[in-house]
């Protein structure tokens, strides 16, 4: 397994959305993805972007094809008590190739990003059923807040 990560480019979107689509699926709301090709790009690498990836790219060694087979996605958000802090929109590792670290290589570079962006931090949510995301933050020693409702109109 031959696997880079580096920060997402325009040519990543089309596969970037379908690894969206894939996340949707598994958190069993797979009619929930609206955004168009062109909207997602635009968000991504317009003149104003307000998302920024990494990307999980494979390189097949036998045929030097390459393919993304995870991302890591977030925004910059505020919060009037902590300052600015990196937000975690979603992170995914193809079906094929979880179990290999490939997670554990996006949330590490996440958590560098931070860093060098000298952000108070970096907030996600997780879905309460999904377990195995539930025990690879742990292994950050992550904090579970219980007393947020989420909302959104």
Not at 43 to 54: C, I, K, L, M, Y
Not at 88 to 111: A, N
Not at 112 to 136: T, Y
Request: overall charge negative; charged content about 25%; glycine content about 4%.
């Amino acid at each position: 397994m031959n696997i880079v990560i580096r920060r997402a480019i325009s040519s990543d979107c089309p596969r970037i959305l379908e690894l969206v689509k894939e996340l949707a699926i598994y958190e069993k709301a797979p009619n929930e993805v609206t955004v168009s090709l062109e909207h997602f790009r635009t968000s991504g690498f317009g003149e104003n972007p307000v998302w920024w990836a990494f990307v999980a790219e494979e390189t097949d060694l036998s045929n030097h094809t390459k393919i993304v087979q995870g991302f890591a996605l977030y925004y910059i958000r505020y919060s009037t008590w902590k300052g600015q802090r990196m937000y975690l929109e979603d992170i995914l590792v193809t079906e094929k190739m979880r179990g290999q670290k490939i997670g554990t290589l996006l949330f590490e570079r996440l958590i560098e990003e931070s860093k060098e962006k000298k952000l108070n931090g970096i907030v996600w949510q997780v879905l309460a059923w999904n377990e195995p995301a539930i025990q690879f933050y742990k292994k950050y020693n992550a904090d579970f807040d219980a007393e947020w409702v989420n909302c959104s109109i």
